[in-house]
Each structure stands twice: as C-alpha cells, then as structure tokens.
C-alpha cells in the first residue's frame, strides 16, 4: 500500500475560523489526522476559572482540509479524544477517519459517484497495454492510447459498477511520463 501523508489546516465547516494545522496520513493501518490544537472551538469559561478535566471523545461527522500544496479535502467519520480547553497548554489531538475524499469540500456524505484504484487492481484486471506494440509506426515514432476504457460493467441495485483502465500522467517539452491506471467505479442514481 502507498502510504499519503500531507501537511495543512484543518477545520469544521460550521467553525470554518476555528482552523488548526495538523497531518493527513494514510497507510496499512488506516487513515489518521494529528491536529496541533483543538478541532472543536473553545467554550468560553468564567471569568477567572478554569475547568481541567482532561478529555472526551468526539465524533466529527466531517471536517474539511487544505494541504500545503493547496488540495481541498474533506474527511469523514472522524473521532478521537479532543482537548479541553486549557490556557497555555500545547494540545496534540488524535484522530481517526473512516473516509478521506481529496479535491473538493462537500457537507455530507451522499454521493451519486464513486472511484476508487486500489493496490495490485491493474494486475488483477490485467488491462491491454497502453503502448501499441503491432509494430504499425515508424522506427522513431511510440504509439501510446491515453483514452479511458471500460473493462467490465455490471448493473447493481440503483446504479452501476464498472472496471475502467485508462493513463495519467504528465508531459512537459523535453519529457513525457505516462502510468496506466485500473479504478473501480460506482454511478448511484441517488445518493
């Protein structure tokens, strides 16, 4: 498994000024936020006392992130312990995330659409090569199909699953770097 990890802000989107910095990251043993200060805004205490009484675990249906880079995402189903508020006091928050979704900021978790790629699903589906190997063009020319394919479809209650294969990549004037890419797809007909 590729192990993610990104580095930005994070918040509520009902406190979206309640923002703390903190780490994304997602490896073999699931997907984990670090914030460094409270994920919950602080409850203003009386005026010259203090209540410490450690912490509680939270549930946080979604919270919302930008990382350094300046991606949007949002996560879902996070929990841990969350800090009381406590003057002066350096705060490390702990938590766990069911779903971490990257390129956009959403208020639920209703979708109609879903993608997901997966370690070793290229090797599985075993996908045609991207380059054309029949020998068609020049000595000096490289035939590459970048279009998307589906691979297989299957009609589900509500909605479609699909195998698709297709390229990503980039090319830039003096290079060109092209990986073939195997996802699975979901179209829902409601959320």
Same mark, same amino acid.
């Given at each position: 498994?590729?192990?993610?990890?990104?580095? /930005?802000?994070?918040?509520?989107?009902?406190?979206?000024?309640?923002?703390?910095?903190?780490?994304?990251?997602?490896?073999?043993? /699931?997907?984990?936020?670090?914030?460094?200060?409270?994920?919950?805004?602080?409850? $203003?205490?009386?005026?010259?006392?203090?209540?410490?009484?450690?912490?509680?675990?939270?549930?946080?249906?979604?919270?919302?992130?930008?990382?350094?880079?300046?991606?949007?995402?949002?996560?879902?189903?996070?929990?841990?312990?969350?800090?009381?508020?406590?003057?002066?006091?350096?705060?490390?928050?702990?938590?766990?995330?069911?779903? $971490?979704?990257?390129?956009?900021?959403?208020?639920?978790?209703?979708?109609?659409?879903?993608?997901?790629?997966?370690?070793?699903?290229?090797?599985?589906?075993?996908?045609?090569?991207?380059?054309?190997?029949?020998?068609?063009? $020049?000595?000096?020319?490289?035939?590459?199909?970048?279009?998307?394919?589906?691979?297989?479809?299957?009609?589900?209650?509500?909605?479609?699953?699909?195998?698709?294969?297709?390229?990503? /990549?980039?090319?830039?004037?003096?290079?060109?770097?092209?990986?073939?890419?195997?996802?699975?797809?979901?179209?829902?007909?409601?959320?």
């Amino acid at each position: 498994m590729d192990v993610y990890s990104a580095e /930005g802000v994070w918040w509520r989107p009902e406190a979206s000024q309640d923002r703390v910095s903190g780490t994304l990251t997602s490896d073999e043993d /699931g997907v984990e936020l670090v914030v460094y200060g409270p994920l919950r805004p602080s409850i $203003a205490s009386k005026v010259g006392v203090v209540q410490i009484e450690g912490s509680e675990w939270a549930g946080t249906p979604v919270v919302h992130g930008r990382t350094r880079d300046g991606a949007d995402i949002t996560l879902l189903d996070v929990g841990g312990l969350m800090s009381l508020p406590v003057p002066s006091a350096e705060v490390r928050e702990t938590h766990t995330v069911s779903v $971490a979704c990257i390129g956009g900021h959403f208020s639920e978790d209703a979708f109609i659409q879903a993608r997901a790629e997966f370690d070793w699903l290229d090797a599985w589906l075993d996908p045609p090569p991207i380059v054309d190997d029949n020998g068609a063009g $020049a000595r000096d020319e490289t035939v590459v199909h970048v279009g998307r394919s589906e691979l297989a479809r299957a009609e589900i209650a509500g909605g479609t699953l699909r195998l698709i294969t297709g390229v990503a /990549g980039r090319e830039e004037p003096s290079a060109i770097h092209l990986d073939r890419r195997s996802a699975v797809s979901i179209d829902l007909n409601q959320p």
